[in-house]
């Protein structure tokens, strides 16, 4: 090389490495010295292996060789090369193609130390997922304060109820045997049914996150499933002049356990049944998709979801809709997790013009595995 262009690669701001075709270093800058660790006369002379980490010293002098033939230059790219210590760092190398001098066929690789600029790298990465981390469970806290706020307002409404009640009838205020005197024991059951079900749903919602929820698969009449879930609700749907209707495919049977399909049924129509306005409609369809999936879908003639609600709307203590209509926003995320759990999906679709559809698509047979239950 000639003096000027040793000159100017002696003031270049990263390391210099000059390689013959034969794997020898043949001259290095000031700045080579600084990276390596090198005094730049032990330097001159090696074999270029010296930089390259053990592990790949191996394989180095073909890579080498391929490249002199190539006759092509090589983009930076990042690397690990060796200090004199033995110790690795983080550098970036790009390789001028091979050219002719003097002393022969040369390259010269510009090396670049990046190793505080990834330790930077990974600082900030780890900052910025702590962040996130933070923000996650902030927004965690504050949905499980709601949650407690909301559930201790509907636990409260059917405790309240059993409890006046209750003491109307234990005073004597409410004669034995009159027709008030059966309404109100009416009330006090439907008041404990609601607050056993939701009892139920927050004990299962904490099996599932707890990874504890058992799963026994059963043979399953569709049709008569989906006639029980509808006389449970139509008295509901009643009590607000609500049309309930069912279709069912004929035939239709699957292999799933048959009391938490009845929860996803039960809660997907319970929530349409409440946010549908009186003199409604809602309609339970159940239809296969093919031989290894089927779809249940719950339309409804209510108002429709509110585009900041529809990502939200399965998650777990996230109760959505009408600021008058509370719930305590745990048996839509219920129901998403025993449909997940089964190997199915859900989703919901809504129209500016009003009506929502909820649905789940599960297969026909629960596996576990490759076995078959």
Request: no cysteine; charged share 25%; glycine share 8%.
């Amino acid at each position: 090389m000639n003096v000027e262009f040793q000159r100017l690669l002696e003031a270049a701001p990263d390391a210099v490495v000059v390689v013959g075709s034969d794997g020898r270093i043949v001259w290095v800058n000031g700045e080579a010295e600084a990276t390596f660790g090198w005094p730049r006369d032990e330097l001159v002379a090696q074999p270029v292996e010296v930089l390259v980490p053990p592990r790949a010293r191996a394989v180095h002098p073909g890579h080498r060789l391929r490249f002199f033939a190539s006759h092509s230059p090589r983009m930076a790219r990042e690397v690990n090369v060796v200090r004199r210590d033995g110790s690795e760092i983080d550098a970036e190398i790009a390789v001028s193609r091979p050219f002719a001098t003097q002393a022969g066929e040369v390259v010269v690789a510009m090396v670049r130390d990046v190793s505080a600029r990834k330790r930077l790298d990974d600082l900030k990465a780890r900052a910025a997922a702590l962040e996130a981390e933070n923000m996650r469970i902030q927004e965690a806290s504050a949905l499980k304060s709601e949650f407690l706020a909301t559930m201790s307002h509907e636990l409260r409404t059917p405790l309240n109820a059993i409890l006046g009640f209750a003491e109307l009838m234990q005073d004597g205020r409410i004669p034995p045997g009159s027709p008030e005197h059966a309404d109100y024991l009416g009330d006090i059951i439907t008041s404990g049914r609601h607050l056993l079900g939701l009892v139920n749903d927050v004990l299962d919602l904490s099996k599932v996150e707890a990874g504890k929820l058992e799963f026994i698969p059963d043979k399953i009449e569709v049709a008569l499933l989906v006639r029980e879930i509808s006389a449970i609700v139509r008295p509901d749907a009643a009590a607000k002049r609500l049309r309930l209707d069912t279709q069912v495919e004929p035939g239709l049977r699957v292999m799933l356990d048959p009391a938490r399909l009845k929860q996803v049924l039960y809660n997907y129509v319970t929530n349409a049944v409440k946010f549908t306005p009186e003199g409604g409609w809602v309609l339970l369809s159940v239809r296969s998709i093919d031989a290894q999936r089927f779809r249940i879908e719950v339309e409804d003639s209510g108002p429709p979801v509110a585009p900041e609600d529809m990502r939200r709307i399965y998650s777990e203590f996230v109760p959505v809709g009408s600021p008058q209509i509370k719930g305590a926003g745990v048996g839509l995320a219920l129901s998403k997790k025993l449909v997940d759990l089964q190997g199915g999906s859900v989703g919901v679709k809504s129209s500016a013009g009003g009506g929502t559809i909820f649905f789940a698509v599960l297969p026909r047979r629960m596996r576990r595995g490759t076995r078959d239950l």
